[in-house]
């Protein structure tokens, strides 16, 4: 027995345009799409269910192929920043929170629209009695105020590899914190199975009413105990129809295959070794070959010296593991690329590039040799267009999220959020992916390179779900695969700009089954 979907326009996302009107489902597979009379007869008897979507739109369900789902889901709870443009009054919210002498969090502060640089006595004239943490939007620069760099055990003197302490003029610490700085903090934050399952349901959820139902995730390392952190997986997915695949951070990998927890579950398993090259734009530490144009004295940081980051993709090929590696900067790109190029991954299977942000044509050209998969972030151009003028000046700035030529290179190319860097809103990524535009509608960057809606979205949909070798059964609509996609008020294809950005998710379904419905009071 099984349902028959009716009057839709359902997009197979096999090949361009193609779509049917019918699709009759049982036990959480299509068995037949086609013309509403011919699934009629053809399962006569068999047809428990009709659903009329009334002429709406629908496509496979998304995967956010790059995503932090439980420092999403813990953003969820905490104070959001993004929009801040008040210091002050953002502190004095921040005063309110109850939880006697735990650390007061709030994520995504962005001090282009402070204004300014916050610092740890900012801070301290508000709040001085219990430890703050301010995490910038990139999350690979925070501040904390003094209390909490005493809880960190950070002094004068402390050297921190892979990262920076802010000082100021007279050379004290200011209390901001830069990329490896904030491993301290990841520790001191932790996690636990419990706090972790509930900010896993609270992803899980939010990501059902965007339409996403499987993610590319990244946690082992900073909630806790990377076994515990796996055991809220199992808890989770249990009861819920959501899949996600683990990258697994280089400091986590040797406990976790001495422990022999890498083994596949039914509703997520394990990729590639998970590293960082070099670090964000926005603190200036993503690494150049030339100097930031709006500070011609820096041109990024290592994350690891070049013979460790060499050892660390030597350590990934011991396991048998592929290299998962955070990339902004062309000058992390080339390191890299190089080590790719020296240790090839195993046959048929590919490395990741994470975010592959600044690629020159000569870098281009080596991607196309390497069997890879680029995660892009095409929210980030959007985002942050006037940040990326000002690091990297008029003329570089094309070389920014080629997602046109990334694709050109024959790299699978894999739509994500960096969530909670960016909003898990796939509008978003689809508005940026196909007019390189910021969200004000500013002009276009590097034109050329804009992806069609068709690459836009088969970026959200089977591309992520070839890279984990689920596209078998996932990732298109056609017939013998899952019945897991999204419906939409109106059809992507027929949208142009910011009308993308209004298009209304009506339901999310999984295998058949419903896991969000819009409130149908509101339409
Ligand atoms: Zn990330």
């Known amino acids: 027995m099984g349902t028959l979907w009716v009057n839709g326009k359902i997009y197979t996302m096999n090949k361009e345009h193609e779509h049917a009107r019918a699709m009759y489902v049982e036990h959480g597979r299509i068995l037949k799409m086609g013309e509403e009379g011919h699934l009629r007869r053809t399962y006569a008897g068999r047809i428990k269910q009709i659903v009329n979507l009334e002429g709406k739109s629908v496509y496979p369900a998304f995967t956010d192929s790059h995503i932090h789902l439980i420092g999403y889901g813990e953003a969820l709870d905490r104070i959001d920043a993004t929009e801040t443009t008040d210091l002050q009054a953002l502190l004095e919210s921040m005063k309110q929170k109850d939880g006697n002498d735990d650390w007061i969090v709030a994520e995504g502060f962005n001090d282009r629209l402070l204004g300014e640089m916050p610092t740890r006595e900012m801070i301290d004239a508000v709040i001085p009695d219990r430890p703050v943490v301010l995490k910038r939007v990139c999350r690979h620069v925070a501040v904390v105020n003094s209390k909490g760099l005493e809880r960190l055990g950070l002094i004068h003197h402390t050297v921190i590899e892979g990262g920076k302490l802010g000082r100021d003029a007279d050379g004290k610490l200011n209390g901001v914190l830069y990329d490896a700085a904030l491993d301290l903090l990841h520790k001191e934050l932790g996690g636990n199975r419990e706090k972790n399952v509930a900010s896993l349901h609270r992803a899980i959820d939010s990501l059902f009413a965007h339409g996403i139902v499987n993610a590319h995730t990244e946690d082992l390392f900073y909630h806790g105990d990377p076994l515990e952190t796996i055991q809220a997986y199992e808890d ?102 190089t080590l790719l190029e020296k240790y090839p991954a195993k046959r048929g299977t590919r490395d990741r590039i994470i975010h592959a942000s600044l690629l020159n044509d000569a870098l281009l050209k080596r991607i196309q040799a390497l069997p890879v998969l680029i995660d892009a972030q095409p929210i980030f151009l959007s985002d942050d267009m006037n940040l990326l003028f000002d690091r990297l000046g008029n003329e570089r700035v094309d070389d920014a999220y080629r997602f046109k030529s990334m694709l050109d290179t024959g790299a699978l190319v894999l739509g994500g959020s960096d969530a909670p860097i960016s909003t898990v809103d796939v509008r978003k990524g689809l508005y940026a992916a196909v007019t390189r535009q910021s969200f004000e509608e500013s002009g276009a960057l590097n034109p050329p390179e804009r992806l069609s809606m068709y690459e836009a979205l088969r970026s959200f949909t089977y591309a992520p779900r070839v890279a984990t070798g689920t596209h078998g059964r996932d990732g298109l609509l056609i017939q013998s695969y899952n019945a897991t996609f999204t419906v939409w008020e109106e059809d992507f294809f027929d949208l142009r700009g910011r009308d993308i950005l209004d298009n209304r998710l009506v339901m999310t379904v999984v295998e058949g089954t419903p896991v969000y419905e819009a409130n149908v009071v509101n339409a």
């Not at 819920?240 to 295959?257: M, R």
């Not at 030339?290 to 500070?295: A, G, H, L, S």
């Not at 050892?311 to 990934?316: E, F, H, R, Y």
């Open 236 to 337: 989770v997915l249990a009861d819920l129809p959501f899949h996600a695949h683990l990258l697994v951070h280089e400091q986590v990998v040797d406990t976790l295959i001495r422990h022999d927890a890498l083994a596949k579950r039914p509703r997520f398993d394990f990729g590639a070794m998970k590293l960082f090259v070099d670090g964000s734009f926005g603190g200036r530490t993503a690494l150049l070959s030339e100097p930031y144009t709006d500070d011609p004295a820096q041109r990024g940081i290592e994350v690891h010296r070049p013979d460790h980051l060499e050892a660390l993709v030597k350590k990934a090929r011991s396991y048998g593991m592929n290299v998962a590696a955070h990339v902004i900067g062309d000058a992390a790109a080339e390191q890299f690329i």
